[in-house]
Structures are given as structure tokens and as C-alpha cells.
């Protein structure tokens, strides 16, 4: 499937593509915005963005062109189905509420894809089952985490919403 | 318990409880628990509520874009860890 014409279509493809190649990691975004990287519209008015990456999901350096490791920091996914059907159910809702009439695409990546070095999944602990970050191992400039995200997004596979597609 | 992932998201959630005069809300915020259906579908209500006061992006409101998609993931896991995994599906059918 690389399809969808309702957000429930989707229980059965992740379910299956749990059982052959292990968890699913997977964003819902609007269709035309990027997968891993935010524009402010995309986000809270007082959330500050860094070359497309929002400061709140990183541990920055005050001058902001270094970003630290953090064992409970990084952009975030959604680690099963339901969480992902929430997330969704969110930025549907968001959409309505602010007039946006666009389809929600879902990207998804497998937990053990091969990421650059220097990335790395990890389980949110306080949510195991629902929520996973993409969090930094090591100490990079923030082009660095770009290219490295750029890099993942290029691997994250496309599920097209239908609806509002003609 | 409600497993927040930072102390952000639950000032928002007791903000809007007193905000809204929630007594609902208040409640379950104050015990962790969903005691039942009604509480579990009226705390789901509350939630979505403050969902849409993010859509309208004022920066004097603490609810915002972020920190409601934040809240979401706590939201799956506190009806999954309390028994209302299909009810919270279903609330989500019907958003």
C-alpha cells in the first residue's frame, strides 16, 4: 500500500509490516510540508526554528549552532499504530480548526533502518509503546544534524492521503 | 498515573481545568485515574477542547501546536494503561 483513503486503512499495512520487519516508526505531516524539518506555520507562534529544526526538540547551545546529545531529546515518532492515528487525529483536527484543507501524508521508517552515525531511536520511557525519539549520540553543529536529517527523510517512506486528491 | 513527558504539558492540562471550571478534569488530573466510561469520554472532551484553542495560535493561551502534539502521545498512553485503548479509538473515529 502506498495509499490511503481513510486513516483506519492504515491499521492492517502497519500491523503487517510489524510482523516482517519489526516496528514501525512513522510521522503524519501535511502534504507539501517536510517530513523532518518545520516552517514556523507549521508550529507554535513562540516556538524558535533553527534551519527548519524546532529548538524544543533538541538540547541547543546558547549560540545555537551546536546541538548536545540528550537521552530524552529528539524529533519525534510514533512507535504504533494507535499513537499515530492519534497524532493524525491532531493535526486533522488542527487543520480544520484553522481552515487548512490539505491531505495528511504518513512517512514511515523501520526502527532498525540503517541512520548515520551520530542518530540514533530511542524509546520515550515515560511511553514506550506509543512514542520514539530520532535523538543526536554525539556533539555536532546544527548543519551537521541537517544533512543527517536530510538523510533519514530521503529513507522515510511515503503513505499518500487520497482524500482531497484528484 | 499519567506519565507526562515534561512539566510543560501538565500546567497546560490544569491550566484548562480551572480555566473551563472542569471539575471532571480536575479530577482525573488530581488522581491519575479514569474511574470510568463517562470520566474517560468527558477527559477525552476536555483535551480536544484545548486542541482547538491551539489552532488559534495566541500567544497568550498556553495551549499551542507543540505542546498539544505532545500532549497526544500522553493522552494514547494514559487510556491504553487504564483500559480505554478501543474507547479512545473510537473518540478518535469520531473527531
Redesign the interface.
Same mark, same amino acid.
Given at each position: 500500500m502506498e495509499q490511503f483513503k481513510c486513516i483506519n486503512d492504515l491499521r492492517e499495512y502497519i500491523k503487517e509490516l510489524e510482523k516482517e520487519k519489526g516496528r514501525v516508526l512513522s510521522r503524519a505531516c501535511n502534504d507539501g510540508t517536510s517530513r523532518v524539518f518545520y516552517r514556523p506555520c507549521d508550529t507554535a507562534p513562540n516556538d524558535e526554528i533553527v534551519q527548519g529544526i524546532r529548538v524544543r526538540d533538541f538540547c541547543f547551545s546558547n549560540c545555537r549552532h551546536w546541538v548536545e546529545p540528550h537521552p530524552q531529546m529528539g524529533l519525534s515518532f510514533s512507535a504504533n499504530w494507535q499513537n499515530l492515528k492519534a497524532v493524525y487525529k491532531h493535526r486533522e483536527r488542527l487543520n480544520k480548526k484553522m481552515n487548512i484543507n490539505t491531505p495528511i501524508n504518513v512517512f514511515w521508517i523501520l526502527e532498525k533502518a540503517d541512520i548515520p552515525q551520530g542518530l540514533e531511536f530511542v524509546p520515550d520511557k515515560s511511553k514506550p509503546k506509543e512514542h520514539y525519539y530520532l535523538r543526536v549520540t554525539e556533539k555536532m553543529t546544527v548543519e551537521k544534524l541537517v544533512s543527517k536529517l536530510k538523510w533519514v527523510a530521503d529513507k522515510m517512506s511515503k503513505i499518500t492521503d487520497l482524500r482531497g486528491i484528484k | 498515573m499519567i506519565?507526562?513527558?515534561n512539566s510543560e504539558e501538565k500546567e497546560v492540562l490544569l491550566h484548562y481545568a480551572e480555566q473551563f471550571d472542569d471539575g471532571n478534569a480536575r479530577e482525573v488530573l488530581n488522581n491519575e485515574t479514569l474511574k470510568s466510561e463517562s470520566e474517560a469520554k468527558a477527559f477525552a472532551e476536555f483535551y480536544?477542547r484545548i486542541?482547538?484553542i491551539?489552532? /488559534?495560535?495566541n500567544?497568550d493561551e498556553p495551549a #499551542?501546536?507543540?505542546?498539544? /502534539?505532545?500532549l497526544?502521545?500522553?493522552?494514547? #498512553?494514559f487510556f491504553?494503561q487504564q483500559g480505554y485503548?478501543d474507547l479512545?479509538?473510537q473518540i478518535?473515529?469520531d473527531?
Amino acid at each position: 500500500m502506498e495509499q490511503f483513503k481513510c486513516i483506519n486503512d492504515l491499521r492492517e499495512y502497519i500491523k503487517e509490516l510489524e510482523k516482517e520487519k519489526g516496528r514501525v516508526l512513522s510521522r503524519a505531516c501535511n502534504d507539501g510540508t517536510s517530513r523532518v524539518f518545520y516552517r514556523p506555520c507549521d508550529t507554535a507562534p513562540n516556538d524558535e526554528i533553527v534551519q527548519g529544526i524546532r529548538v524544543r526538540d533538541f538540547c541547543f547551545s546558547n549560540c545555537r549552532h551546536w546541538v548536545e546529545p540528550h537521552p530524552q531529546m529528539g524529533l519525534s515518532f510514533s512507535a504504533n499504530w494507535q499513537n499515530l492515528k492519534a497524532v493524525y487525529k491532531h493535526r486533522e483536527r488542527l487543520n480544520k480548526k484553522m481552515n487548512i484543507n490539505t491531505p495528511i501524508n504518513v512517512f514511515w521508517i523501520l526502527e532498525k533502518a540503517d541512520i548515520p552515525q551520530g542518530l540514533e531511536f530511542v524509546p520515550d520511557k515515560s511511553k514506550p509503546k506509543e512514542h520514539y525519539y530520532l535523538r543526536v549520540t554525539e556533539k555536532m553543529t546544527v548543519e551537521k544534524l541537517v544533512s543527517k536529517l536530510k538523510w533519514v527523510a530521503d529513507k522515510m517512506s511515503k503513505i499518500t492521503d487520497l482524500r482531497g486528491i484528484k | 498515573m499519567i506519565n507526562y513527558s515534561n512539566s510543560e504539558e501538565k500546567e497546560v492540562l490544569l491550566h484548562y481545568a480551572e480555566q473551563f471550571d472542569d471539575g471532571n478534569a480536575r479530577e482525573v488530573l488530581n488522581n491519575e485515574t479514569l474511574k470510568s466510561e463517562s470520566e474517560a469520554k468527558a477527559f477525552a472532551e476536555f483535551y480536544w477542547r484545548i486542541v482547538d484553542i491551539a489552532a /488559534e495560535r495566541n500567544t497568550d493561551e498556553p495551549a #499551542n501546536i507543540s505542546n498539544t /502534539e505532545s500532549l497526544v502521545y500522553t493522552m494514547t #498512553n494514559f487510556f491504553s494503561q487504564q483500559g480505554y485503548e478501543d474507547l479512545w479509538d473510537q473518540i478518535l473515529d469520531d473527531i
